[in-house]
């Protein structure tokens, strides 16, 4: 129990990337099409018009990644007071929402950036602190 107190600040925001990124990851997965169609119109007057198939696949796997890596942090925490994939996790997370922050600012939806930012201000925040 001393490992989840000690650490609790790091296990909640492992806790917040592992839900946000699994499901936005699970989501794109079983909602290819609807995911496509949208991000095709999205990016429609951009310089990645042309590759939203391949950027959704590549962002789909960063995803599902960090979730993955973010969810093993947390058991890793709680076993043995380690956190290196949690580590891993946050930094791939940090790195997933930067490209998903770039694409908002290709496609001019800085609504949408503005959004992203909320979500990497805890995660860089994470990042530091498992450094």
């Given at each position: 129990?001393e490992?989840?107190?000690?650490?609790?600040?790091?296990?909640?925001?492992?806790?917040?990337?592992?839900?946000?990124?699994?499901q936005?990851?699970?989501d794109?997965v079983?909602?290819?099409?609807?995911?496509?169609?949208?991000?095709t119109?999205?990016f429609?007057?951009?310089?990645?018009?042309?590759?939203?198939?391949?950027?959704?696949?590549?962002?789909?796997?960063?995803e599902m990644?960090?979730?993955?890596?973010?969810?093993v942090?947390?058991?890793?925490?709680?076993?043995?007071?380690?956190?290196?994939m949690?580590?891993?996790?946050a930094?791939?997370?940090?790195?997933?929402l930067?490209?998903?922050?770039?694409?908002?600012?290709?496609?001019?939806d800085?609504?949408?950036?503005?959004?992203?930012?909320?979500?990497?201000?805890?995660?860089?925040?994470?990042?530091?602190?498992m450094?």
């Amino acid at each position: 129990m001393e490992n989840l107190t000690s650490n609790a600040t790091e296990i909640l925001l492992l806790v917040f990337l592992t839900i946000t990124f699994l499901q936005s990851g699970i989501d794109k997965v079983l909602d290819w099409k609807g995911n496509l169609s949208w991000l095709t119109g999205h990016f429609a007057k951009s310089l990645f018009r042309g590759g939203v198939p391949a950027l959704l696949g590549i962002i789909t796997v960063l995803e599902m990644i960090s979730g993955i890596l973010c969810g093993v942090g947390i058991f890793q925490f709680a076993i043995d007071d380690e956190g290196t994939m949690g580590q891993y996790g946050a930094i791939l997370s940090a790195i997933t929402l930067l490209m998903l922050l770039l694409g908002q600012r290709v496609a001019r939806d800085y609504d949408g950036a503005r959004t992203i930012v909320v979500y990497l201000i805890p995660t860089v925040f994470l990042v530091y602190l498992m450094t």
